[in-house]
C-alpha cells in the first residue's frame, strides 16, 4: 500500500454531482468550479480531506461513468496525503470543468470510445484493447458481451469468435463451454451439436462421440438410440449396424449399403422447381383467371408440383435406370407411386 504526504503543488482530477457537491462518509460538501478551498484537521484518505485522484481515470473507481456528474481540473497546493490511486489535501483549487467529450479523451487510450479505459477504439463499454465493443473487458472486438478475446461476442468470457453462450473457445455457439463450433448445446468439443458433451459432431443427443445421433452416449454414427458402438440404429446396446426396412418388409440391405446404392444415387436426381411454358390454347379457365396477362404473352410460365417433376424425371430415364429403381428390395409400385407421386407402369 502505498501512503505518502508530500508538500507540493499537485495537479489531479476531481467528480462531482450535477450540483457540485460530493459525499465523503455521508457528509456532503458544496464547491464552486472555479474556486478554492480549505479545511484543517489532519489528513487521512478515505476519512479527512478533500479527496481527488491524479489520474482521471481513477475518479470512476469511486464514482458512476456518468456524463450528468461533473469532472473538474484541480490543483492541490497544500499537505497532500495520497494511498494507492486516492489522494486528499488541505488546500484544494477547482480550476476548470472538463466537458465530457474531453473527459472520454484523457480517460480512453482509443479514440471516439464512450466507455472508459480503452485502449482500443470505439467502445461503449470499458476496459476494452479491443475496438467497438459494448461490453466490458474485452482484447476482441464488437462484443456486446464482457471479457471476450474473441470477436462478435455477445455472451461472456469466450475465446472464439461469434457465440451468443459464455466460455466458448470455439466459435459461433449459442450454447455454453464448447472447444467446438456452431453448437447450441453446452460442453461440447464436436461441431453442430444441439446437444450437450459431444465429442462428435451435429448430434442432438448427449455425450455421443460419433457424428449425427439423435440418441445418447453412442460412439457410432447417425444412431437414435443409446448406447450404440455401431452406426444406423434405432435400438440401444447394438455393436452391430441394423437392416432396414423397405416398402413396409424386412430386406436384407443396411442403411450404409442404401446410402451408396446406384438406386439412391437416381432419386436424388429428381429436379425441384421445373418450369414449363402453357400456351394460351391449353390453358384452364382456372388458370387464366390466374394469369390475365395471357391474352398479351401468348400463354404463362408453370411452375411443376413435386410429382409433376417426379414423372417427368421418370418418363426420361433409360429402362437400365428404371430397372435400378425397381431393383430396390421388396420394390411396390403402389407405395412407391404413395411416396414419390410417381407411375412407374
Same mark, same amino acid.
Given at each position: 500500500?502505498?501512503?505518502?504526504?508530500?508538500?507540493?503543488?499537485?495537479?489531479?482530477?476531481?467528480?462531482?454531482?450535477?450540483?457540485?457537491?460530493?459525499?465523503?462518509?455521508?457528509?456532503?460538501?458544496?464547491?464552486?468550479?472555479?474556486?478554492?478551498?480549505?479545511?484543517?484537521?489532519?489528513?487521512?484518505?478515505?476519512?479527512?480531506?478533500?479527496?481527488?485522484?491524479?489520474?482521471?481515470?481513477?475518479?470512476?473507481?469511486?464514482?458512476?461513468?456518468?456524463?450528468?456528474?461533473?469532472?473538474?481540473?484541480?490543483?492541490?497546493?497544500?499537505?497532500?496525503?495520497?494511498?494507492?490511486?486516492?489522494?486528499? @489535501?488541505?488546500?484544494?483549487?477547482?480550476?476548470?470543468? !472538463?466537458?465530457?467529450?474531453?473527459?472520454?479523451?484523457?480517460?480512453?487510450?482509443?479514440?471516439?470510445?464512450?466507455?472508459?479505459?480503452?485502449?482500443? +477504439?470505439?467502445?461503449?463499454?470499458?476496459?476494452?484493447?479491443?475496438?467497438?465493443?459494448?461490453?466490458?473487458?474485452?482484447?476482441?472486438?464488437?462484443? @456486446?458481451?464482457?471479457?471476450?478475446?474473441?470477436?462478435?461476442?455477445?455472451?461472456?468470457?469466450?475465446?472464439?469468435?461469434?457465440?451468443?453462450?459464455?466460455?466458448?473457445?470455439?466459435?459461433?455457439?449459442?450454447?455454453?463451454?464448447?472447444?467446438?463450433?456452431?453448437?447450441?448445446?453446452?460442453?461440447?468439443?464436436?461441431?453442430?451439436?444441439?446437444?450437450?458433451?459431444?465429442?462428435?459432431?451435429?448430434?442432438?443427443?448427449?455425450?455421443?462421440?460419433?457424428?449425427?445421433?439423435?440418441?445418447?452416449?453412442?460412439?457410432?454414427?447417425?444412431?437414435?438410440?443409446?448406447?450404440?458402438?455401431?452406426?444406423?440404429?434405432?435400438?440401444?446396446?447394438?455393436?452391430?449396424?441394423?437392416?432396414?426396412?423397405?416398402?413396409?418388409?424386412?430386406?436384407?440391405? @443396411?442403411?450404409?449399403?442404401?446410402?451408396?446404392?446406384?438406386?439412391?444415387?437416381?432419386?436424388?436426381?429428381?429436379?425441384?422447381?421445373?418450369?414449363?411454358?402453357?400456351?394460351?390454347?391449353?390453358?384452364?379457365?382456372?388458370?387464366?383467371?390466374?394469369?390475365?396477362?395471357?391474352?398479351?404473352?401468348?400463354?404463362?410460365?408453370?411452375?411443376? +408440383?413435386?410429382?409433376?417433376?417426379?414423372?417427368?424425371?421418370?418418363?426420361?430415364?433409360?429402362?437400365?435406370?428404371?430397372? !435400378?429403381?425397381?431393383?430396390?428390395?421388396?420394390?411396390?409400385?403402389?407405395?412407391?407411386?404413395?411416396?414419390?407421386? !410417381?407411375?412407374?407402369?
Amino acid at each position: 500500500m502505498k501512503n505518502n504526504t508530500v508538500q507540493n503543488v499537485v495537479h489531479g482530477f476531481k467528480v462531482f454531482r450535477s450540483d457540485w457537491t460530493c459525499s465523503p462518509n455521508g457528509n456532503t460538501k458544496q464547491y464552486t468550479c472555479p474556486g478554492k478551498f480549505e479545511e484543517e484537521g489532519e489528513l487521512v484518505v478515505c476519512f479527512h480531506g478533500m479527496h481527488f485522484c491524479q489520474t482521471a481515470a481513477d475518479c470512476f473507481n469511486y464514482y458512476s461513468f456518468d456524463s450528468n456528474n461533473k469532472v473538474a481540473e484541480v490543483i492541490a497546493y497544500g499537505e497532500v496525503q495520497t494511498e494507492n490511486d486516492k489522494s486528499c @489535501t488541505d488546500k484544494l483549487e477547482i480550476v476548470r470543468e !472538463i466537458p465530457w467529450d474531453e473527459v472520454l479523451r484523457i480517460v480512453n487510450i482509443g479514440k471516439n470510445c464512450t466507455g472508459r479505459c480503452n485502449t482500443g +477504439d470505439w467502445n461503449t463499454g470499458n476496459c476494452n484493447t479491443g475496438d467497438g465493443n459494448t461490453g466490458n473487458c474485452n482484447t476482441g472486438n464488437c462484443n @456486446t458481451g464482457n471479457c471476450n478475446t474473441g470477436d462478435w461476442n455477445t455472451g461472456d468470457r469466450n475465446t472464439g469468435n461469434g457465440n451468443t453462450g459464455n466460455g466458448n473457445t470455439g466459435n459461433g455457439n449459442t450454447g455454453n463451454g464448447n472447444t467446438g463450433n456452431g453448437n447450441t448445446g453446452n460442453g461440447n468439443t464436436g461441431d453442430g451439436n444441439t446437444g450437450n458433451g459431444n465429442t462428435g459432431n451435429g448430434n442432438t443427443g448427449n455425450r455421443n462421440t460419433g457424428d449425427r445421433n439423435t440418441g445418447n452416449r453412442n460412439t457410432g454414427d447417425w444412431n437414435t438410440g443409446d448406447w450404440n458402438k455401431s452406426s444406423f440404429n434405432t435400438g440401444c446396446f447394438n455393436t452391430k449396424e441394423q437392416k432396414i426396412r423397405l416398402f413396409n418388409k424386412p430386406s436384407s440391405m @443396411t442403411y450404409r449399403e442404401w446410402i451408396d446404392s446406384d438406386a439412391r444415387y437416381l432419386l436424388n436426381q429428381i429436379p425441384k422447381n421445373v418450369v414449363e411454358w402453357v400456351h394460351k390454347e391449353d390453358m384452364t379457365d382456372t388458370e387464366k383467371a390466374a394469369h390475365p396477362t395471357y391474352e398479351t404473352t401468348g400463354g404463362y410460365i408453370k411452375v411443376l +408440383d413435386e410429382s409433376e417433376c417426379g414423372q417427368l424425371w421418370w418418363n426420361a430415364l433409360t429402362d437400365y435406370q428404371k430397372n !435400378i429403381i425397381k431393383g430396390i428390395p421388396n420394390f411396390d409400385a403402389d407405395i412407391f407411386f404413395q411416396c414419390t407421386g !410417381i407411375r412407374t407402369n
